[in-house]
């Protein structure tokens, strides 16, 4: 399948995902193509479209956590950044995502 | 100047944007793409983010002795004690 | 049979219990499941992630891991395990006239 094809496929399906979940695409546009773009190319070389920016462990359990969308994984933490690691998606009152900003979950969980 | 390193995946937007911010401000600093690294240089670059208390998400900003876990200028600035 | 809804899928004898089977009533890829000869499920064969056939997933007690990426279902009501507010769709079962019946 060609990546356009593809890219628009994976929006298919993560669009029936994050919505009961409260979260949709970001606005940011140029984002959202980008982060789909490489989800694609991981997905052409792991099989999975893993999070584009979380590190792939090669343990099955922790590498099934960070494949997109992997928001019911990380719940508190997302939804405390209204936005999920990557940015690919926002909670849906999100009108501008550049004021969100990226936490760690460690000083999350502090507090 | 507080030495800077940059861990990061040639796949991540945040990490494009961190490294932005260093070029752009003319910081010198080291960029290290995790996912792009040899086996061996992948095993050194984890055990020195799981030093700072990372590893998992990208990117990891060391600035001095302080690590900053994903893309946040107005940390950056703090620790760099430059101007926002 | 009452209702329209009933669609008989496949003979009773040919679903043994602690098997599997995936049947297309009306086209619709259902998974049953017998766990038992009186325990019997049915649940759509589709993951609620990204589509992949649950035919092929581990069963674990009620717990329907997806093959693809280990999402989690109770396929006694199609819960997913990591978040609520996701599921699968849950078909009501009957057995009758020799027949397994699901109720679409």
């Known amino acids: 399948m060609n990546p356009a094809a593809r890219k628009k496929a994976l929006r298919y399906f993560f669009q029936k995902v994050v919505d009961p979940l409260g979260y949709k695409f970001t606005p940011d546009e140029e984002l959202a193509e980008f982060c789909l773009e490489q989800e694609v190319i991981l997905e052409r070389r792991y099989g999975v479209p893993f999070c584009p920016c979380k590190r792939i462990t090669a343990n099955r359990y922790e590498d099934m956590q960070i494949v997109c969308p992997c928001i019911p994984f990380h719940r508190e933490h997302f939804d405390a950044m209204k936005r999920c690691w990557c940015g690919l998606f926002v909670h849906k009152d999100v009108v501008d995502p550049a004021t969100l900003k990226q936490v760690s979950e460690k000083k999350f969980r502090k507090g | ?84 | 049979m009452s209702g329209n809804n009933w669609v008989p899928v496949i003979a009773e004898n040919k679903l043994k219990a602690e098997s599997s089977k995936v049947v297309f009533p009306r086209g619709i890829a259902v998974l049953l499941i017998r766990k038992a000869a009186d325990e019997l499920f049915a649940v759509s064969n589709r993951c609620a992630h990204m589509s992949c056939p649950l035919r092929d997933g581990k069963l674990d007690g009620y717990v329907l891991s997806c093959p693809c990426h280990d999402w989690r279902f109770d396929i006694r009501t199609g819960r997913f395990l990591d978040a609520p507010e996701i599921a699968i769709r849950v078909y009501e079962t009957r057995i009758e006239e020799g027949n397994v019946w699901v109720k679409l």
Not at chain 2, 8 to 30: G, H, M, N, V, Y
Not at chain 2, 52 to 70: D, K
Request: with cysteine; glycine share 8%.
């Open chain 2, 1 to 84: 100047m507080k030495t800077v390193k940059v861990f990061a995946l040639s796949t991540c937007p945040w990490c494009k944007k961190t490294k932005q911010f260093f070029q752009d401000r003319k910081i010198p600093a080291e960029f290290f793409d995790y996912d792009l690294a040899g086996a061996r240089e992948q095993e050194e670059l984890l055990a020195e983010m799981e030093r700072f208390g990372g590893g998992n998400s990208f990117p990891l900003v060391l600035i001095g002795e302080e690590a900053v876990e994903g893309y946040d200028p107005d940390q950056f600035c703090d620790l760099l004690e430059i101007p926002k």
